[in-house]
């Protein structure tokens, strides 16, 4: 993962989502609360809530495994 909490962003390599029909790739998701990437650093390994199919790219949970 790669944070760039003043703009609220995190990047994530992450599994297949079967939900979404997404292939295992890396992206940058939008936090819906940037407090939510406070703990977080590079490398971390985390798992993450998708707020929406229609908003797929905002997280609304971002936890550290």
């Known amino acids: 993962s ?3 909490a003043a703009a609220g962003t995190v990047a994530l390599a992450h599994g297949p989502i079967a939900a ?3 292939p295992s790739m890396s992206m ?3 936090a819906s609360d940037p407090s939510i ?3 977080i650093a590079a490398g971390d ?3 993450f809530d998708i707020k ?3 908003e797929s790219t905002v ?3 971002l936890q550290k495994q």
Do not use: A, E
Request: proline residues 0%; aromatic residues 10%.
């Open 52 to 54: 929406s199919q229609s």
């Open 37 to 39: 990437l406070q703990d």
């Open 45 to 47: 390994t985390v798992s």
């Open 28 to 30: 940058t998701f939008t």
């Open 20 to 22: 979404l029909d997404w």
């Open 2 to 4: 790669v944070v760039d």
């Open 59 to 61: 997280i609304t949970k």
